[in-house]
Structure formats: structure tokens, C-alpha cells
């Protein structure tokens, strides 16, 4: 994308380091924003508030299988002539308005972790995009910036999924629709087990999206106490993400301090992810629910 020293990068703090991890690598500077508190993904109005003249590209989350809403966030792009790149690695089989996730900014990245709706058997994954010219750069970078073997147009990484990682991701690639529908079946039955349950925020399907719930979010009140109940119950949980990007030790450079960024904080000190895969049964949910509303009484 022509990222250089200076060029600010917009992305959220509520995300895997990953996502960030690329702008400083690329030689950029990240600017954070807060997200939006019922998608947990970027906020646009924030966005249009803390472009600067060094702003270059966004780079929003389509976090848990959610997308983050694309019109306002193209369009604040467009005024201000940036690029987007989104980072739907947790994304796949998700859209947004009937579009596919990472199909909708200038490139998109997925990927094939073992864990993710789509994974590999091992690390692997994807750019996608349609400019021919943006993915000729890529697919010079991910092999030591070779046009072709053994002559070299810049310096690159060695960032190639191999034939064997591609040929199991080929074959589910097909499965991954209906693995789609148990997780959003799953998640039906997860909203209407513990819908009357005050103390816990269910994750919100926007309005223009299909989410395909790689991760099921709640937010708790007593997170951590409930966490340790599910623990004895044996039931797994996870925290996705714990800490914010902008308070890790990897970015105490930054300055910025505990309030920053006020919806990621709140939603960092309450979530916590429930188990959702896509063969999950409806009687494995209700245990998961009725572990919960034991622990609330």
C-alpha cells in the first residue's frame, strides 16, 4: 500500500495484536479509535474525528464474525482520498448488505489458523482483493520480492502457504456454509437461553450484517468470578481480548493511558467468549445457559 515513515494507520485497540503488528512493520504509525459498543467493531463517527493530515488508510476489524459497517467508514475514505484494508481473519462466510466480508476495501486479509470457521492444518492465510496491481505487490512480498525466481524487485518474506495446507483448506472451503449455519444456529440457541438473564449482554447481529460468530462474545457482569464457575462446571471459555491493544507493555510508547478509550476498556473487563463450534448441540448450550443463570441466582 506505499505505507512510509510518518503515514498514520486508523485500526481499533480491541483486537489481536496481529492487526497492528502489520502497520508498524509495514513502517507506519497506528492511531486507534474506539469502536462501536453493540458491534464491538469501529466506531465511524470516531474515525471521522481522528483523521490528520498523516492519515493514509484504515484498517477496520470485522471482529468475532461481525463486520464492522463499511458504508460510513468507505465513505469517510473517500473524503479524505485513504485506502482501506480490512482484516476479516475472523470473518469467513460473514457479510455485509449480502457482500462478503473482504470484499469491500482496496485488499483484505484472512486467516486459516487452525481455530478460526476456516483453518488449516497448521498457520496459513490469505490477501484477497481486486486490484491486479496491489496483489502483484503481494505476491512479489510473500516470496522474497521475486517477479520471478531468482530475480528480486525489493526485499520480501518467506509468506507461502504451502500445497498441503492448500489442498485441506480446498476441502473445506466447501463445508464452510453449513459450518456457518450450526454456529448461527448455535448462537439462536444461546439468545434464547439466557435472554432473561440480566446480568449478561448478548452479542447484537447488526442490522446490516450476517455474522458468522467465529467467536460467541458475551459480557458479564462479575466476568472473571463467572469464568471461574464455568471453569469447575468444565466448561471452556476464553477472553477475547483481556487487555486492549493500547494499554499492552508493546505499545507503552504511545502514551496513552486507562480511559483513552473507554467502550474497548468497558468491553475488555466483561467479555468472554462462550464455546461455539459448529456441531455444538442445542443440549450442550442449555448446560452452558444453565450453568450461567446458577451462577446469578
Not at 69 to 76: F, K, Q, S, T, Y
Not at 78 to 100: F, M, S
Not at 146 to 173: T, V
Request: some cysteine; aromatic content about 8%.
Amino acid at each position: 500500500m506505499g505505507v512510509g515513515p510518518g503515514d498514520e494507520l486508523i485500526t481499533v485497540p480491541n483486537t489481536f495484536i496481529a492487526t497492528s503488528e502489520t502497520i508498524t512493520q509495514a513502517g507506519g504509525t497506528i492511531r486507534f479509535v474506539d469502536i462501536d459498543e453493540a458491534t464491538m467493531t469501529l466506531d465511524p463517527a470516531a474515525l471521522a474525528a481522528a483523521i490528520t493530515p498523516r492519515t493514509v488508510g484504515i484498517v477496520p476489524v470485522h471482529l468475532y464474525g461481525q463486520p464492522a459497517d463499511m458504508d460510513p467508514i468507505l465513505a469517510v475514505a473517500a473524503r479524505h482520498g485513504l485506502w482501506v484494508v480490512e482484516d476479516a481473519a475472523q470473518a469467513h462466510g460473514a457479510t455485509y448488505k449480502g457482500r462478503p466480508a473482504g470484499s469491500l476495501g482496496a485488499l483484505a486479509a484472512f486467516s486459516f489458523y487452525p481455530g478460526k470457521n476456516l483453518g488449516a492444518c497448521g498457520e496459513a492465510g490469505a490477501t484477497v482483493g481486486n486490484d491486479p496491481a496491489r496483489l502483484d505487490v503481494v505476491r512479489q512480498l510473500r516470496e522474497h520480492g521475486q517477479a520471478k525466481k531468482y530475480y528480486h524487485d525489493s526485499e520480501g518474506y518467506n509468506g507461502r502457504l504451502d500445497a498441503i495446507q492448500a489442498a485441506f483448506l480446498r476441502i473445506k472451503l466447501r463445508h464452510l456454509p453449513a459450518w456457518t449455519d450450526g454456529r448461527r444456529r448455535a448462537a439462536t440457541w444461546y439468545r434464547e437461553a439466557l435472554a432473561d438473564v440480566a446480568e449478561v449482554h448478548l452479542p447484537t447481529e447488526a442490522r446490516y450484517a450476517r455474522h458468522s460468530y467465529h467467536l460467541f462474545v458475551i459480557r458479564a457482569e462479575r466476568r472473571d468470578a463467572l469464568q471461574a464457575h464455568l471453569t469447575q462446571e468444565q466448561i471452556g471459555t476464553g477472553l477475547h481480548y483481556p487487555r486492549p491493544l493500547h494499554l499492552q507493555n508493546a505499545y507503552r510508547g504511545m502514551g496513552l493511558r486507562k480511559g483513552a478509550f473507554p467502550i474497548t476498556e468497558r468491553t475488555a473487563a466483561t467479555c468472554l467468549s462462550l464455546p461455539m463450534f459448529p456441531e455444538i448441540t442445542e443440549s450442550q448450550v442449555a448446560r452452558v445457559a444453565d450453568a450461567i443463570r446458577r451462577f446469578y441466582r
